[in-house]
């Protein structure tokens, strides 16, 4: 099994490590310091430079490889898949694109191709675990809780990300979608801020992001649907204050004869400023509240899942939880547990209670780990 991996920043260089343990596996990127690491702490892995916009290109840089796992900025995330659907290989993602990844379904049919999306874990745990419990129980309302922080709260953002900045500001900036009294609605970013308090971490901030993605339409059979964010509370005022201020506008300013947007600076300089360290702690924290009717009664089923930074292997969480998930998932491929042909979103993985358990199990041998309570 040949194994191509688009993308070698802190979360594909993870997926990349943890699929060499297996399969002969292949890191493209255009960064050559990103390969260069990547190759000296893993020499088995295969590297090769790659500029992904170059998307005619892909069915020669794609034609002997197996399955494809997409680890790009998710501004080019949607076009990349098309591209790797059009070279005809099977695909898991973890790009966290604006557009629906379900308009390329259709396309997908025609490849004959299998294209397992959204794998990382709000989206992507939060679905696998939704499309099971919808298969259990009529499902009246679905709350996701979701976030990534450090240990350490430092000045003045009090946030560290294991991924490019401007995919963070981005869910900053979408129009959220919600599911109220079962209609969809669309609310502002950052609004319908609430304090919660989690086990071990105490109390943090939540506000609407747009994180239900294809749940909006794969799950339209449930009334309330919500997805929020979470943050140390000082953060979300500075955010706020920020995109108010116009740090995120799009628009570009002439600043001495060059032309610049303020979304495009603040990404750059926020690089630095958001960056985990190494060595650097941080946590994973997924909160999941599903309600409805089993066997005639009310429930409320709660997931919670607390993930740390991997002190042993220099690891984070997010790319931990994130990476595995979709290592998982391209095992699913391998092993040919999972082989129809199209576009699915991870609840539709979840409806198969043997992908859900081979997932669940894949990682927990990585010691990523949720617990199930139920009232």
Not at 208 to 232: A, C, F, V
């Amino acid at each position: 099994m040949t194994i191509a991996v688009l993308g070698a920043g802190m979360i594909g260089h993870v997926i990349a490590k943890d699929l060499a343990l297996q399969y002969d596996v292949t890191a493209f990127d255009l960064n050559n310091e990103s390969l260069a690491e990547l190759n000296k702490v893993s020499p088995e892995i295969k590297t090769a430079s790659a500029d992904f916009i170059l998307y005619k290109e892909y069915a020669n840089w794609l034609e002997t490889f197996d399955v494809v796992v997409i680890a790009v900025p998710g501004h080019m995330g949607y076009k990349t898949l098309e591209a790797v659907i059009n070279a005809g290989k099977n695909v898991v993602d973890i790009s966290f694109f604006p557009e629906d990844g379900l308009q390329l379904d259709k396309l997908a049919k025609q490849k004959q191709v299998t294209a397992i999306i959204d794998c990382g874990v709000a989206p992507g745990i939060s679905n696998l675990i939704l499309g099971r419990e919808n298969e259990e129980m009529k499902i009246s309302s679905f709350m996701c809780y979701v976030g990534g922080l450090p240990v350490e709260r430092k000045k003045p953002f009090e946030y560290k990300a294991a991924f490019s900045p401007i995919d963070v500001i981005q869910e900053y900036i979408r129009p959220v979608h919600l599911m109220e009294d079962g209609v969809i609605v669309t609310k502002p970013p950052l609004t319908d801020r609430e304090i919660i308090k989690i086990e071990k971490i105490g109390e943090l901030e939540a506000f609407n992001t747009d994180g239900l993605r294809s749940l909006i339409y794969t799950m339209k059979h449930i009334p309330e649907m919500k997805e929020k964010t979470l943050r140390y509370p000082a953060h979300v005022n500075l955010i706020v204050a920020m995109q108010q201020a116009g740090f995120f506008d799009t628009a570009p300013l002439r600043i001495d004869e060059t032309d610049i947007s303020p979304l495009e600076f603040v990404s750059k300089l926020l690089i630095n400023q958001w960056k985990l360290e190494p060595g650097e702690e941080e946590f994973t924290v997924l909160k999941l509240i599903i309600k409805g009717e089993m066997d005639g009664r009310q429930k409320t089923i709660e997931y919670n899942l607390l993930d740390y930074y991997d002190r042993i292997t220099g690891t984070s969480s997010m790319a931990r939880t994130t990476g595995y998930t979709c290592t998982a998932t391209v095992n699913l491929l391998a092993k040919n547990l999972f082989d129809e042909k199209g576009i699915f979103p991870p609840e539709f993985i979840g409806k198969n209670k043997n992908c859900f358990d081979f997932i669940e199990n894949y990682l927990k041998q990585r010691k990523v780990i949720w617990k199930r309570t139920e009232q």
